[in-house]
Protein backbone atom coordinates (compact mmCIF):
# COMPACT_ATOMS: atom_id res chain seq x y z
CA UNK A 1 0.00 0.00 0.00
CA UNK A 2 0.85 3.32 -0.52
CA UNK A 3 1.08 6.55 1.33
CA UNK A 4 0.46 9.95 -0.44
CA UNK A 5 1.76 13.54 0.72
CA UNK A 6 2.27 16.80 -0.89
CA UNK A 7 5.19 18.14 1.41
CA UNK A 8 8.06 16.97 0.61
CA UNK A 9 10.80 19.31 2.71
CA UNK A 10 10.08 20.63 6.15
CA UNK A 11 10.95 24.21 7.10
CA UNK A 12 13.61 23.83 10.37
CA UNK A 13 11.61 23.91 13.43
CA UNK A 14 12.43 26.71 15.98
CA UNK A 15 14.75 25.45 18.59
CA UNK A 16 15.41 27.21 22.31
CA UNK A 17 13.71 30.41 23.26
CA UNK A 18 13.06 30.69 19.53
CA UNK A 19 9.87 28.28 20.01
CA UNK A 20 8.24 30.59 22.13
CA UNK A 21 6.72 32.74 19.53
CA UNK A 22 5.67 30.03 17.88
CA UNK A 23 3.35 28.68 20.96
CA UNK A 24 1.07 32.31 19.83
CA UNK A 25 -1.41 29.83 17.89
CA UNK A 26 -2.90 28.24 21.06
CA UNK A 27 -3.04 31.59 22.56
CA UNK A 28 -4.85 32.93 19.69
CA UNK A 29 -7.15 30.26 19.27
CA UNK A 30 -8.07 30.64 23.36
CA UNK A 31 -8.84 33.94 22.87
CA UNK A 32 -11.22 33.69 19.71
CA UNK A 33 -12.85 30.53 21.22
CA UNK A 34 -13.15 31.77 24.91
CA UNK A 35 -16.84 33.23 23.57
CA UNK A 36 -20.36 32.23 24.58
CA UNK A 37 -19.24 28.65 26.08
CA UNK A 38 -17.65 30.84 28.86
CA UNK A 39 -19.34 34.27 29.44
CA UNK A 40 -22.75 33.01 28.69
CA UNK A 41 -23.07 28.86 28.73
CA UNK A 42 -20.99 28.15 31.38
CA UNK A 43 -22.66 31.15 34.05
CA UNK A 44 -25.96 29.62 33.38
CA UNK A 45 -24.74 26.05 34.07
CA UNK A 46 -23.08 27.02 37.33
CA UNK A 47 -26.22 28.89 38.36
CA UNK A 48 -28.22 25.69 37.72
CA UNK A 49 -25.99 23.36 38.93
CA UNK A 50 -22.52 25.01 41.10
CA UNK A 51 -19.90 22.59 40.64
CA UNK A 52 -21.39 19.62 39.92
CA UNK A 53 -20.01 19.01 36.16
CA UNK A 54 -16.67 20.28 36.68
CA UNK A 55 -15.44 17.25 36.00
CA UNK A 56 -17.45 16.97 32.80
CA UNK A 57 -15.74 20.58 31.66
CA UNK A 58 -12.01 18.73 32.04
CA UNK A 59 -12.98 16.02 30.06
CA UNK A 60 -14.27 17.80 27.30
CA UNK A 61 -11.01 20.18 27.71
CA UNK A 62 -8.99 17.17 27.80
CA UNK A 63 -10.76 16.11 24.63
CA UNK A 64 -10.83 19.48 22.52
CA UNK A 65 -7.18 19.17 23.22
CA UNK A 66 -6.52 15.56 21.76
CA UNK A 67 -9.10 17.33 18.63
CA UNK A 68 -7.24 20.37 17.48
CA UNK A 69 -3.85 18.54 17.65
CA UNK A 70 -4.87 15.88 15.06
CA UNK A 71 -6.35 18.83 13.08
CA UNK A 72 -3.22 20.18 12.93
CA UNK A 73 -1.21 17.01 12.47
CA UNK A 74 -2.60 16.54 9.23
CA UNK A 75 -1.79 20.17 7.82
CA UNK A 76 2.10 19.86 9.54
CA UNK A 77 2.73 16.64 7.47
CA UNK A 78 0.62 16.93 4.34
CA UNK A 79 0.27 20.81 3.83
CA UNK A 80 -3.18 20.62 2.96
CA UNK A 81 -6.16 21.18 5.19
CA UNK A 82 -7.94 19.28 7.05
CA UNK A 83 -10.92 19.53 3.78
CA UNK A 84 -8.63 18.52 1.31
CA UNK A 85 -7.73 15.15 3.31
CA UNK A 86 -11.14 14.70 3.38
CA UNK A 87 -12.02 15.29 0.19
CA UNK A 88 -9.30 12.15 -0.44
CA UNK A 89 -11.28 9.41 1.57
CA UNK A 90 -13.16 6.49 -0.70
CA UNK A 91 -16.60 6.15 -1.74
CA UNK A 92 -19.08 9.09 -2.69
CA UNK A 93 -17.70 12.14 -4.36
CA UNK A 94 -16.83 14.21 -1.54
CA UNK A 95 -18.85 12.58 0.26
CA UNK A 96 -17.48 14.33 3.81
CA UNK A 97 -17.17 17.57 2.85
CA UNK A 98 -20.39 17.46 2.49
CA UNK A 99 -21.85 16.22 4.93
CA UNK A 100 -19.21 19.09 6.49
CA UNK A 101 -20.54 21.69 4.22
CA UNK A 102 -24.09 21.64 5.02
CA UNK A 103 -24.53 21.60 8.87
CA UNK A 104 -21.32 24.15 8.69
CA UNK A 105 -24.18 26.73 6.85
CA UNK A 106 -26.81 26.41 9.37
CA UNK A 107 -24.42 26.75 12.14
CA UNK A 108 -22.31 29.82 11.24
CA UNK A 109 -25.42 31.63 10.48
CA UNK A 110 -27.39 31.01 13.78
CA UNK A 111 -23.80 30.78 15.27
CA UNK A 112 -23.08 34.67 14.29
CA UNK A 113 -26.63 35.81 14.97
CA UNK A 114 -26.49 34.76 18.57
CA UNK A 115 -22.95 36.25 19.13
CA UNK A 116 -24.58 39.44 17.93
CA UNK A 117 -27.74 39.30 19.84
CA UNK A 118 -25.83 38.96 23.27
CA UNK A 119 -23.62 42.16 22.14
CA UNK A 120 -26.90 44.31 20.74
CA UNK A 121 -28.53 43.07 24.11
CA UNK A 122 -25.30 44.06 26.24
CA UNK A 123 -25.54 47.40 24.39
CA UNK A 124 -29.53 48.03 24.88
CA UNK A 125 -29.51 47.52 28.18
CA UNK A 126 -26.92 50.04 29.07
CA UNK A 127 -27.13 52.37 25.92
CA UNK A 128 -29.97 54.27 24.60
CA UNK A 129 -31.27 52.60 21.44
CA UNK A 130 -33.21 48.87 20.72
CA UNK A 131 -31.39 45.96 21.26
CA UNK A 132 -32.31 44.75 17.75
CA UNK A 133 -30.54 47.43 16.04
CA UNK A 134 -27.38 47.18 17.81
CA UNK A 135 -27.19 43.47 17.24
CA UNK A 136 -28.28 44.56 13.76
CA UNK A 137 -24.83 47.05 13.64
CA UNK A 138 -22.82 44.75 14.78
CA UNK A 139 -23.37 42.38 12.29
CA UNK A 140 -23.16 44.93 9.70
CA UNK A 141 -20.03 46.03 11.05
CA UNK A 142 -18.19 42.72 11.44
CA UNK A 143 -19.14 42.08 8.13
CA UNK A 144 -17.63 44.93 6.34
CA UNK A 145 -14.85 44.52 8.37
CA UNK A 146 -14.28 41.02 7.37
CA UNK A 147 -15.12 41.31 4.01
CA UNK A 148 -12.72 44.51 2.85
CA UNK A 149 -9.68 42.61 5.32
CA UNK A 150 -9.72 45.57 7.76
CA UNK A 151 -10.28 44.03 10.38
CA UNK A 152 -7.06 42.69 11.31
CA UNK A 153 -5.56 45.47 13.53
CA UNK A 154 -8.79 45.92 15.80
CA UNK A 155 -8.73 42.02 15.96
CA UNK A 156 -5.61 42.17 17.18
CA UNK A 157 -6.26 45.23 19.10
CA UNK A 158 -9.40 43.50 20.38
CA UNK A 159 -7.54 40.43 21.68
CA UNK A 160 -5.35 42.38 24.12
CA UNK A 161 -8.09 43.90 25.63
CA UNK A 162 -9.94 40.22 25.60
CA UNK A 163 -7.39 39.05 27.47
CA UNK A 164 -6.29 41.81 30.18
CA UNK A 165 -10.17 41.46 30.71
CA UNK A 166 -10.14 37.57 31.11
CA UNK A 167 -7.50 38.01 33.74
CA UNK A 168 -9.80 40.43 35.33
CA UNK A 169 -12.60 37.22 35.43
CA UNK A 170 -9.91 35.10 36.78
CA UNK A 171 -8.76 38.14 39.72
CA UNK A 172 -12.77 38.32 40.24
CA UNK A 173 -12.94 34.59 40.63
CA UNK A 174 -9.86 34.47 42.89
CA UNK A 175 -11.92 37.13 45.21
CA UNK A 176 -15.17 34.81 45.80
CA UNK A 177 -13.72 31.59 45.33
CA UNK A 178 -15.02 28.99 48.57
CA UNK A 179 -12.74 26.22 49.98
CA UNK A 180 -11.27 24.26 48.11
CA UNK A 181 -12.79 21.10 49.07
CA UNK A 182 -16.05 22.39 48.25
CA UNK A 183 -15.31 23.44 44.68
CA UNK A 184 -13.19 19.86 44.15
CA UNK A 185 -16.61 17.72 45.05
CA UNK A 186 -17.74 18.93 41.43
CA UNK A 187 -14.20 16.48 40.13
CA UNK A 188 -16.40 13.29 41.12
CA UNK A 189 -18.35 11.83 38.03
CA UNK A 190 -22.12 12.43 38.45
CA UNK A 191 -25.14 13.80 36.78
CA UNK A 192 -27.71 16.70 38.50
CA UNK A 193 -30.88 15.08 39.56
CA UNK A 194 -32.78 17.54 37.86
CA UNK A 195 -30.13 17.98 34.87
CA UNK A 196 -31.43 19.42 31.69
CA UNK A 197 -29.65 18.65 28.34
CA UNK A 198 -31.25 21.54 26.90
CA UNK A 199 -28.85 23.79 28.98
CA UNK A 200 -25.55 21.48 29.13
CA UNK A 201 -25.68 20.27 25.62
CA UNK A 202 -24.79 23.58 24.20
CA UNK A 203 -22.53 24.29 26.94
CA UNK A 204 -20.91 21.03 26.22
CA UNK A 205 -20.78 21.89 22.24
CA UNK A 206 -19.10 25.41 23.18
CA UNK A 207 -16.24 25.00 25.57
CA UNK A 208 -13.61 26.53 23.92
CA UNK A 209 -14.68 25.60 20.33
CA UNK A 210 -17.43 24.95 17.96
CA UNK A 211 -16.90 21.83 15.86
CA UNK A 212 -15.59 24.10 13.04
CA UNK A 213 -13.52 26.08 15.21
CA UNK A 214 -11.57 22.29 16.25
CA UNK A 215 -10.73 22.50 12.20
CA UNK A 216 -9.82 26.07 12.14
CA UNK A 217 -6.89 25.45 14.77
CA UNK A 218 -4.91 23.95 12.12
CA UNK A 219 -5.63 26.75 9.64
CA UNK A 220 -3.86 29.15 12.51
CA UNK A 221 -1.12 26.79 13.09
CA UNK A 222 -0.96 26.10 9.03
CA UNK A 223 -0.89 29.69 7.81
CA UNK A 224 1.47 30.67 10.72
CA UNK A 225 4.10 28.56 9.02
CA UNK A 226 4.15 25.28 10.93
CA UNK A 227 6.15 22.75 9.41
CA UNK A 228 6.67 25.49 5.92
CA UNK A 229 2.74 26.57 5.71
CA UNK A 230 0.38 25.40 3.28
CA UNK A 231 1.74 23.89 -0.09
CA UNK A 232 1.04 26.27 -2.59
CA UNK A 233 -0.18 29.41 0.03
CA UNK A 234 1.67 31.69 1.43
CA UNK A 235 0.88 32.35 5.03
CA UNK A 236 -1.92 34.69 4.38
CA UNK A 237 -2.05 33.55 0.51
CA UNK A 238 -6.09 33.64 -0.02
CA UNK A 239 -5.75 33.44 -4.09
CA UNK A 240 -6.71 30.66 -6.21
CA UNK A 241 -3.66 28.40 -6.16
CA UNK A 242 -4.00 24.87 -6.99
CA UNK A 243 -0.14 24.24 -7.32
CA UNK A 244 -0.82 22.09 -4.30
CA UNK A 245 -3.47 19.80 -5.94
CA UNK A 246 -0.90 16.88 -7.49
CA UNK A 247 -3.43 14.35 -8.22
CA UNK A 248 -7.08 13.64 -8.77
CA UNK A 249 -7.88 13.41 -5.08
CA UNK A 250 -5.29 16.98 -4.38
CA UNK A 251 -2.79 14.71 -1.74
CA UNK A 252 0.28 14.51 -3.47
CA UNK A 253 1.50 11.25 -5.74
CA UNK A 254 2.87 7.70 -4.73
CA UNK A 255 6.83 8.22 -4.82
CA UNK A 256 7.22 6.63 -1.07
CA UNK A 257 7.64 8.43 1.88
CA UNK A 258 10.12 11.54 1.19
CA UNK A 259 9.97 13.03 4.21
CA UNK A 260 12.39 14.34 6.71
CA UNK A 261 11.13 12.69 10.03
CA UNK A 262 12.92 14.28 12.72
CA UNK A 263 11.72 18.13 11.41
CA UNK A 264 8.14 16.89 10.99
CA UNK A 265 7.95 15.16 14.64
CA UNK A 266 9.73 18.24 16.03
CA UNK A 267 6.88 20.40 14.50
CA UNK A 268 4.59 18.21 15.77
CA UNK A 269 5.56 18.60 19.14
CA UNK A 270 5.74 22.48 18.92
CA UNK A 271 2.03 22.19 17.85
CA UNK A 272 1.31 19.72 20.46
CA UNK A 273 2.62 22.17 23.11
CA UNK A 274 0.81 25.25 21.63
CA UNK A 275 -2.86 23.42 21.51
CA UNK A 276 -2.02 22.39 25.59
CA UNK A 277 -1.23 25.94 26.19
CA UNK A 278 -4.43 27.81 24.66
CA UNK A 279 -7.07 25.09 26.18
CA UNK A 280 -5.00 25.56 29.63
CA UNK A 281 -5.40 28.88 29.36
CA UNK A 282 -9.36 28.29 28.37
CA UNK A 283 -9.74 26.29 31.06
CA UNK A 284 -8.39 28.48 33.43
CA UNK A 285 -11.06 31.30 32.25
CA UNK A 286 -14.16 28.67 32.08
CA UNK A 287 -13.69 27.81 35.62
CA UNK A 288 -13.43 31.33 36.94
CA UNK A 289 -16.88 31.74 35.20
CA UNK A 290 -18.06 28.98 37.10
CA UNK A 291 -17.41 30.19 39.95
CA UNK A 292 -18.78 33.51 39.39
CA UNK A 293 -21.74 31.52 38.24
CA UNK A 294 -22.06 29.30 41.46
CA UNK A 295 -21.18 31.96 44.23
CA UNK A 296 -23.00 34.90 42.42
CA UNK A 297 -25.54 33.73 41.13
CA UNK A 298 -27.26 30.35 41.72
CA UNK A 299 -27.46 32.00 45.53
CA UNK A 300 -29.80 34.64 44.23
CA UNK A 301 -31.57 32.11 42.19
CA UNK A 302 -30.55 34.21 38.49
CA UNK A 303 -30.39 32.40 35.50
CA UNK A 304 -28.80 34.24 33.09
CA UNK A 305 -31.98 34.00 30.14
CA UNK A 306 -34.15 36.01 27.49
CA UNK A 307 -33.62 39.58 26.23
CA UNK A 308 -32.23 40.99 29.13
CA UNK A 309 -29.31 38.01 29.59
CA UNK A 310 -26.81 40.71 29.81
CA UNK A 311 -28.18 42.49 32.73
CA UNK A 312 -28.12 38.96 34.14
CA UNK A 313 -24.39 38.43 33.36
CA UNK A 314 -23.31 42.64 34.74
CA UNK A 315 -23.50 41.17 38.04
CA UNK A 316 -20.57 38.93 37.61
CA UNK A 317 -18.60 41.61 38.32
CA UNK A 318 -20.92 43.96 40.03
CA UNK A 319 -21.35 42.45 42.56
CA UNK A 320 -17.30 42.13 43.30
CA UNK A 321 -16.38 45.77 42.10
CA UNK A 322 -20.05 47.75 41.79
CA UNK A 323 -21.04 49.98 39.39
CA UNK A 324 -17.23 49.63 37.84
CA UNK A 325 -17.59 46.07 37.55
CA UNK A 326 -20.67 46.71 35.37
CA UNK A 327 -19.20 48.70 32.61
CA UNK A 328 -16.54 46.06 33.26
CA UNK A 329 -18.22 42.61 32.42
CA UNK A 330 -20.07 45.28 29.10
CA UNK A 331 -16.61 45.58 28.40
CA UNK A 332 -16.05 41.95 28.66
CA UNK A 333 -18.88 41.19 26.09
CA UNK A 334 -18.29 43.73 23.78
CA UNK A 335 -14.74 42.70 23.49
CA UNK A 336 -15.03 38.96 23.65
CA UNK A 337 -18.24 38.51 21.92
CA UNK A 338 -17.45 41.09 19.11
CA UNK A 339 -13.92 39.74 18.37
CA UNK A 340 -15.36 36.48 18.16
CA UNK A 341 -18.14 37.52 15.84
CA UNK A 342 -15.14 38.58 13.55
CA UNK A 343 -13.12 35.68 14.08
CA UNK A 344 -16.12 33.41 12.96
CA UNK A 345 -16.81 35.02 9.80
CA UNK A 346 -13.30 35.15 8.81
CA UNK A 347 -13.02 31.44 10.15
CA UNK A 348 -15.99 30.54 8.31
CA UNK A 349 -15.78 32.28 5.50
CA UNK A 350 -12.36 30.93 4.73
CA UNK A 351 -14.01 27.26 5.64
CA UNK A 352 -16.61 28.10 2.79
CA UNK A 353 -14.59 29.19 0.24
CA UNK A 354 -11.81 26.30 0.93
CA UNK A 355 -15.05 24.19 0.61
CA UNK A 356 -16.69 25.70 -2.49
CA UNK A 357 -13.26 24.95 -4.31
CA UNK A 358 -13.50 20.96 -3.58
CA UNK A 359 -16.65 20.86 -4.06
CA UNK A 360 -16.72 22.35 -7.33
CA UNK A 361 -12.86 21.34 -9.03
CA UNK A 362 -14.01 18.33 -10.99
CA UNK A 363 -16.94 20.57 -12.35
CA UNK A 364 -15.44 23.58 -13.65
CA UNK A 365 -13.79 20.96 -16.41
CA UNK A 366 -16.89 18.93 -17.54
CA UNK A 367 -18.77 20.37 -20.23
CA UNK A 368 -22.21 19.86 -18.29
CA UNK A 369 -20.68 21.90 -14.93
CA UNK A 370 -23.88 22.31 -13.33
CA UNK A 371 -26.08 24.90 -11.89
CA UNK A 372 -22.93 26.67 -9.01
CA UNK A 373 -20.43 26.39 -11.69
CA UNK A 374 -22.47 27.85 -14.73
CA UNK A 375 -23.29 30.71 -12.59
CA UNK A 376 -20.08 31.48 -11.51
CA UNK A 377 -19.25 31.34 -14.81
CA UNK A 378 -21.82 33.25 -16.22
CA UNK A 379 -21.34 36.42 -13.41
CA UNK A 380 -17.18 36.10 -14.06
CA UNK A 381 -18.25 37.09 -18.02
CA UNK A 382 -20.86 39.85 -17.10
CA UNK A 383 -18.38 41.94 -14.16
CA UNK A 384 -15.24 40.88 -14.57
CA UNK A 385 -15.05 38.85 -11.30
CA UNK A 386 -12.58 36.61 -10.46
CA UNK A 387 -15.52 34.47 -9.43
CA UNK A 388 -13.14 31.40 -9.07
CA UNK A 389 -10.81 32.68 -6.62
CA UNK A 390 -10.46 31.55 -2.67
CA UNK A 391 -10.89 35.56 -1.70
CA UNK A 392 -13.87 36.35 -3.77
CA UNK A 393 -15.65 33.09 -2.49
CA UNK A 394 -14.69 34.13 1.11
CA UNK A 395 -16.26 37.56 0.54
CA UNK A 396 -19.62 36.33 -0.96
CA UNK A 397 -19.68 33.46 2.08
CA UNK A 398 -18.89 36.24 4.54
CA UNK A 399 -21.83 38.29 2.88
CA UNK A 400 -24.37 35.87 2.83
CA UNK A 401 -24.17 33.53 5.48
CA UNK A 402 -22.56 35.09 8.06
CA UNK A 403 -23.71 38.47 7.27
CA UNK A 404 -27.18 38.64 5.77
CA UNK A 405 -29.08 35.48 7.18
CA UNK A 406 -27.57 36.08 10.43
CA UNK A 407 -29.63 39.78 10.27
CA UNK A 408 -32.97 38.12 9.23
CA UNK A 409 -32.72 35.46 12.43
CA UNK A 410 -32.06 38.17 14.32
CA UNK A 411 -35.22 40.02 13.55
CA UNK A 412 -37.21 36.42 13.58
CA UNK A 413 -35.99 35.43 17.02
CA UNK A 414 -35.53 38.45 19.79
CA UNK A 415 -34.42 35.43 22.70
CA UNK A 416 -29.83 35.56 22.05
CA UNK A 417 -30.12 32.18 24.23
CA UNK A 418 -32.36 30.48 22.20
CA UNK A 419 -30.49 31.71 19.29
CA UNK A 420 -27.01 30.42 20.61
CA UNK A 421 -28.42 27.73 22.47
CA UNK A 422 -29.45 26.31 19.49
CA UNK A 423 -26.16 26.73 17.68
CA UNK A 424 -24.37 25.32 21.00
CA UNK A 425 -26.35 21.91 20.04
CA UNK A 426 -25.53 21.83 16.66
CA UNK A 427 -21.98 22.06 17.55
CA UNK A 428 -22.10 19.34 20.03
CA UNK A 429 -24.34 17.15 17.38
CA UNK A 430 -21.71 17.65 14.34
CA UNK A 431 -18.85 17.43 16.15
CA UNK A 432 -18.17 13.87 15.95
CA UNK A 433 -18.92 13.17 12.67
CA UNK A 434 -15.57 15.48 12.06
CA UNK A 435 -13.62 14.05 15.28
CA UNK A 436 -13.87 10.16 13.73
CA UNK A 437 -13.57 11.49 10.02
CA UNK A 438 -10.72 13.53 10.97
CA UNK A 439 -9.61 9.93 12.80
CA UNK A 440 -10.10 8.28 9.69
CA UNK A 441 -8.04 11.00 7.56
CA UNK A 442 -4.60 10.87 9.97
CA UNK A 443 -5.11 7.11 10.15
CA UNK A 444 -5.31 6.68 6.13
CA UNK A 445 -3.74 9.39 4.38
CA UNK A 446 -0.13 10.17 6.07
CA UNK A 447 2.95 7.98 6.47
CA UNK A 448 2.82 5.27 8.88
CA UNK A 449 5.62 7.45 11.21
CA UNK A 450 3.65 10.24 11.35
CA UNK A 451 0.32 8.88 12.11
CA UNK A 452 -1.50 9.13 15.62
CA UNK A 453 -0.37 6.63 18.13
CA UNK A 454 -2.68 4.00 19.71
CA UNK A 455 -3.40 6.22 22.96
CA UNK A 456 -4.29 9.05 20.57
CA UNK A 457 -6.60 7.09 18.32
CA UNK A 458 -8.30 5.51 21.30
CA UNK A 459 -8.77 9.27 22.47
CA UNK A 460 -10.05 10.79 19.26
CA UNK A 461 -12.30 7.24 19.35
CA UNK A 462 -13.43 8.56 23.10
CA UNK A 463 -13.90 11.89 21.56
CA UNK A 464 -16.35 11.28 18.95
CA UNK A 465 -18.31 8.70 21.09
CA UNK A 466 -18.52 10.84 23.65
CA UNK A 467 -20.09 13.76 21.67
CA UNK A 468 -22.13 11.09 19.34
CA UNK A 469 -23.50 9.93 22.98
CA UNK A 470 -24.59 13.34 24.11
CA UNK A 471 -26.23 14.46 20.58
CA UNK A 472 -28.53 10.89 20.54
CA UNK A 473 -29.52 11.26 24.20
CA UNK A 474 -30.72 14.47 23.46
CA UNK A 475 -32.32 14.22 20.38
CA UNK A 476 -34.12 10.80 22.11
CA UNK A 477 -34.94 12.81 25.01
CA UNK A 478 -36.30 15.80 22.18
CA UNK A 479 -38.43 14.03 19.62
CA UNK A 480 -39.25 11.50 22.41
Same mark, same amino acid.
Given at each position: ?28 ? #? ?17 ? @? ?20 ? #? ?9 ? #? ?7 ? *? ?41 ? @? ?59 ? *??? @??? #? ?7 ? *? ?25 ? !? ?14 ? $? !? ?6 ? $? ?18 ? *? ?35 ? !? ?25 ? !? ?67 ? $? ?57 ? @? ?6
Amino acid at each position: MTYKMVRKHFSHPPEGLARMRWYGPGLLW #MLSAVGTGSILFTPRVAAA @YQYELLWLLFLVVFFMWVMIRE #MARFSIVSGCT #MLEGMHTLP *GPSNWAVWVIFVPQLFAAAIGIAGLSAVVGSAAGAFLPGDRTL @YALLTIGLCTLLTTTGRYLFIEKVSRVLAGALLVVTVVAAGVVLPSLPEVSSGLAVSWPSD *GEL @YVI #MPWVGTILA *GSMGIVWFGYWTATRGYGGGLVGRDKD !DEALNESNIESEKGIG $D !DSGPEFEL $DRARSWIKVMTRAALLGVAA *GALVICSFMVLGAELLAPEGIMPEGADVAEDLTRLYA !DIWGVAGTWMMLAAIFIALGGSVLANQ !DGWGRSFADMTLILIRDRRKAESPGLAVGALRWLEARTGWATFERIFLKRVSIILVAGLVPAVIILLFR $DPVEVMSVSGIIAAAHTPFIVLTALLVNQTRLPPPLKPGWVTTICMALAGTFYLGFAVV @YFHSFFG
